[in-house]
T-cell receptor, first 113, second 114 residues
């Protein structure tokens, strides 16, 4: 069964450093998402991406964040200058059509020290 | 603004018992209500979903009850099993004014004791 994959599974970085989280969505999917989950809290929407551009973003997704689909398979989330409060689990999700089920990856645990 | 409120925060149920998780929403534009199951270290996985044109949907031991006028929906897990121990999230989405953004509840940690 096709699945969304994410790398790395765990990333530790120092405050102020740039990180790139990588996702490989399911191959025929066209809509891509990033969500985050701070430990013990709910899953929060960050951004949606379609046709090589951001279609919607939350207030969390400020200028420190960017997303990119550098090739036909990868979808990345970049945080330019990490803060302690960016420590969270980051989930990538994808779907074939915007009204269909979203499939989530296993997540990347980001720890900012 | 908390658009989807979920309760309880945690739940302990004996094997064979019924687990009930409740959610309430505010935005009347929501028209798709999924429930996700999450095991430790894994991403959320869709369990069951409902749209407002029906009041109940059942899949195996899992049932969603939906009350449009009260803006509430709930998940019932019948004959709960230890393998059901997980965190359950309700969510909501508006299919008309978003690009599929899901709004999640705070989650309910369910523990099923043998």
């Amino acid at each position: 069964e096709p699945e969304v994959t994410q790398t790395p599974s765990h990333q530790v970085t120092q405050m102020g450093q740039e990180v790139i989280l990588r996702c490989v969505p399911i191959s025929n999917h066209l809509y891509f998402y990033w969500y985050r989950q701070i430990l013990g809290q709910k899953v929060e929407f960050l951004v949606s991406f379609y046709n090589n551009e951001i279609s919607e973003k939350s207030e969390i997704f400020d200028d420190q964040f960017s997303v990119e689909r550098p090739d036909g398979s990868n979808f990345t989330l970049k945080i330019r200058s990490t803060k302690l409060e960016d420590s969270a689990m980051y989930f990538c999700a994808s779907t074939e059509e915007v009204l269909y089920e979203q499939y989530f990856g296993p997540g990347t645990r980001l720890t900012v020290t | 603004q908390q658009q989807v409120k979920q309760s309880p925060q945690s739940l302990i149920v004996q094997k064979g018992g019924i687990s009930i998780i409740n959610c309430a929403y505010e935005n009347t534009a929501f028209d798709y209500f999924p429930w996700y199951q999450q095991f430790p270290g894994k991403g959320p996985a869709l369990l069951i979903a409902i749209r407002p044109d029906v009041s109940e949907k059942k899949e195996g031991r899992f049932t969603i009850s939906f009350n449009k006028s009260a803006k509430q929906f709930s998940l019932h897990i019948m004959d709960s099993q230890p393998g059901d121990s997980a965190t359950y999230f309700c969510a909501a989405r508006s299919d008309t004014d978003s690009w599929g953004k899901l709004q999640f509840g705070a989650g309910t940690q369910v523990v099923v004791t043998p």
